[in-house]
Nanobody
Framework: QVQLVESGGGLVQTGGSVSLSCAAS????????MGWFRQAPGKEREFVGG????????DYTNSVKGRFTISGDNAKSTLYLQMDSLKPEDTAVYYC??????????????????WGQGTQVTVST
């Protein structure tokens, strides 16, 4: 019943911006967690950022702080990841994730129950 669908990926130049969307169904945006992970070739799936809906608390991994912004549109049941000042090292498949638990370790991929299919973001030099 829960479905997450990412969109918005593509090819951009260094310093550019991309906004990703995660359309969610079967979830409420007033409880649980949603977030973004990314996985580059040959690398582990890495936590990017996540939001705790109960209080709106947002956490980011250090490498994206100040450049990436997570937001949500409750009316559209959509989570966004705005990515600015992109670097080649941001190149990865970006995944949306969700969990309905009251507490999880957001930084662990294994903590999340639901995943989207991923969308490719490539940042050229």
């Amino acid at each position: 019943q829960v479905q997450l669908v990412e969109s918005g990926g593509g090819l951009v130049q260094t310093g550019g911006s991309v906004s990703l969307s995660c359309a969610a169904s079967g979830l409420t945006f007033n409880s649980g967690f949603m977030g973004w992970f990314r996985q580059a070739p040959g690398k582990e799936r890495e936590f990017v950022g996540g939001i705790r809906w109960s209080d709106g608390n947002i956490d980011y991994t250090n490498s994206v702080k100040g450049r990436f912004t997570i937001s949500g549109d409750n009316a559209k049941s959509t989570l966004y990841l705005q990515m600015d000042s992109l670097k080649p090292e941001d190149t990865a498949v970006y995944y949306c994730a969700a969990d309905t638990s009251s507490w999880i370790n957001m930084r662990s991929p294994r903590a999340w129950d639901y995943w989207g299919q991923g969308t490719q973001v490539t940042v050229s030099t």
